[in-house]
Each structure stands twice: as structure tokens, then as C-alpha cells.
């Protein structure tokens, strides 16, 4: 199965939502943005896509819209982790028939103290069997509750159809030494944003970066500009997006996605609650760093 195309920018695009909190398609000329930015493809589903705070078949509704919507030559990937390996079979071949390329699977972690290695080598193993479409580990310490960790990745990597893994610890050394164990052909897409430079040059293929829903352009352009031997221009780009990248990763999160992308002209709408919308005492900051990353013009005084 080619998974090479795996190699690059994926901006996780948030799930966009109504005023009164239901489920709507992206907003119009977003995906466009993206593809004129030069980014490699989307998730949908994932973290930023508040998919947590949706039903299977919203799940399934959004991923059709996204499916149906999506310009070329931008491929989809899709969140279909649950915490049982049933359920997560089952959202995999449902996002599969529904145009997904790939699937980015989340580690279980409610019943976590009882996840040994085997248990979730079983897991991993029994999705990839079951899965029509590629496998990535989803490893995101913030929200599972704890870190799969170098070992714990190579010990789930050993399966034809698991193609990679999208690493939000932030330990971006950590992508030298999975690179070193699982070799050149295992896909190592980090979520740090900010850190674009940093991660390629430890031997990251790219990343999964929420920075790029709002910096397309800059995102794709840092990881073109290292491929090309162009590492200045590379880490030019790099300082010029991340303090943004930092106060996404630092704290803003989606609502501050959300309220980035609402300043830029694509209105996802608010968080489902309970997740609030970004403070309206932020706002001003950060208007200040889109300002500063060029992604808006500087308001005039008057």
C-alpha cells in the first residue's frame, strides 16, 4: 500500500458548527485556502476537530461533506480511535467508505492503568488487520493521560498497514531516535507546530500542525524549503509564524483555531461546549500575532 503521499503538511481543520451548536460543512473557500497554501492534504477528526464532542453519525456526516468538498490534489485522513477496539474497527471502515485515505487512530486511555504493551499491541494490530486504509498511532499525552513513549511507538509499529504516527508529545529529539529504530520507510509526522524546523531535522517526514489551518502557506513552505537544502529560508519562514504556532500550542488551542481562522474570514463557529470559545480579552493578542505572521493586515489608526 503506497503511503508515501503521508509525508508532509496536514493541518487538523476544525469541525464547524452552527450558532445553535449544530453540525455544518466547512465554511466556503476554506479547503481552498489550505490547497493555495500548498499543504499536502487535511485531518478531519481529530483533536482540533472536536471529535470528541460528536456523535457516530456526525462523524460520518462531516467526513462526507469534507470528502465532497475537498479540491484536489489534497488527500484525507480521518480520527476513528474509540476506546474499544470494536468501536474503533468499525469507525475506521465507516471513514474508510467514505473516502478516507488514511486513518489517524487515538490510543485508548479510559481504562488505562490496564493497557499494558500487549493489550495495546492487540489493539493496534487488530485495527490494522481490519482496516481497507492505512494506520497512523495517535500519541497525544495532553488528553490521553499518558505518553506511549519511544518504546511503546516501536512496539506498535510492527504491522504492515500501521504507515506511521502522529507524535504530540513535543519531544521533538525523540523523532531521532524513532527514526533510528523504525527506519526511513515509517512515517513520523510530530504536532508541534512551531517547531516545523526542528522536528524535519531530527528526521521527521512532516507534521499534523494546527498552526497550519491558519498558515498554510508558511507551514508548507518551511517543509519545501528543508527538502530543497534551502534550511534558512526554511528557518526564516519558522520565526516568522512561531509565536502563533506557540500561543496555539501554549494554551488557545481550538478555541483560539477557531477565533484565528472566525479574524481570517473562515467562520468555523464556536467550540461545542463545554469547550468555551477563545476569551474576548485574547482577542486583541491574537489579532497581534496573525498582524505580525502577516496572515492579516495591520488595523489603521485613526
Keep these: 500500500m503506497d503511503t508515501a503521499w503521508l509525508r508532509g503538511i496536514f ?28 499543504v499536502d492534504g487535511v485531518v478531519a477528526l481529530g483533536s482540533n476537530g472536536e471529535a470528541a464532542h460528536l456523535t457516530e453519525a456526525e ?32 469507525r475506521t471502515t465507516a471513514a474508510a467508505a467514505e473516502g478516507a485515505e488514511a486513518a489517524l487512530v487515538i490510543a485508548p486511555s479510559y481504562f488505562r492503568r490496564q493497557l499494558t504493551a500487549e493489550a495495546l499491541r492487540r489493539h493496534y494490530h487488530a485495527v490494522a488487520d481490519a482496516s481497507p486504509i492505512p494506520i497512523l498511532i495517535y500519541n497525544i499525552p495532553v488528553h490521553m493521560g499518558y505518553d506511549l513513549g519511544v518504546e511503546g511507538i516501536v512496539n506498535l509499529a510492527g504491522h504492515a498497514n500501521i504507515a506511521g504516527v502522529k507524535d504530540s508529545s513535543g519531544d521533538i529529539p525523540r523523532q531521532a531516535t524513532l527514526r533510528a529504530q523504525l527506519g526511513p520507510d515509517f512515517v513520523l509526522l510530530p504536532g508541534t ?85 477563545l476569551p474576548a480579552a485574547e482577542l486583541p493578542t491574537l489579532r497581534r500575532l496573525l498582524e505580525e505572521a502577516g496572515l492579516v493586515r495591520r488595523a489603521i489608526a485613526s
Design 11 to 38: 493541518p487538523p481543520i476544525p469541525t464547524a458548527f452552527a450558532p445553535d451548536g449544530g453540525l455544518r460543512p466547512p465554511p466556503a473557500g476554506f479547503l481552498e485556502f489550505l490547497r493555495d497554501g500548498g
Design 59 to 90: 462523524r460520518l456526516r462531516f467526513t462526507q461533506w469534507v470528502r465532497g468538498s475537498l479540491p484536489a490534489p489534497l488527500r484525507l485522513i480521518v480520527g476513528t480511535g474509540a476506546d474499544s477496539t470494536r468501536a474503533t474497527i468499525e
Design 193 to 277: 507546530g512551531e517547531k516545523i524546523v526542528e522536528a524535519l531535522q531530527a528526521g521527521a517526514d512532516g507534521g499534523i500542525v494546527a498552526l497550519a489551518d491558519l498558515a498554510p502557506a508558511a507551514c508548507a513552505g518551511i517543509r519545501r524549503a528543508w527538502v530543497s537544502g534551502e534550511a534558512e529560508q526554511a528557518r526564516e519562514l519558522q520565526r516568522a509564524v512561531a509565536p502563533l504556532g506557540e500561543a496555539l500550542t501554549g494554551g488557545y488551542g481550538v478555541p483560539g483555531v477557531k477565533a484565528g481562522l472566525r479574524l481570517l474570514g473562515y467562520d468555523h463557529g464556536d467550540p461545542r461546549p463545554p469547550l468555551p470559545p
